[in-house]
């Protein structure tokens, strides 16, 4: 999958950091993304996931040049 590996293209420390930095709106705050998945989006991929506290749906998108 093209997005998958995109996302797997980035450092871990880029990665984790990305993962790690996510906002929820139930939360009203950074959280952690969980159970993500990686799809492609106009920006470059976007995470689909839930939240670590308290399992909402949450995403983020990642920009990529390409
Ligand atoms: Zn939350």
Known sequence: MEANRKWM???KDIR???KDNVFCGNCSGATT???FIVE???AGIILQGECKHCGKR???VVEMDS
């Open 40 to 42: 492609e989006n106009e």
């Open 33 to 35: 993304i969980v159970n």
């Open 16 to 18: 984790n950091r990305l």
């Open 58 to 60: 949450v995403a983020r």
């Open 9 to 11: 293209a980035l450092p």
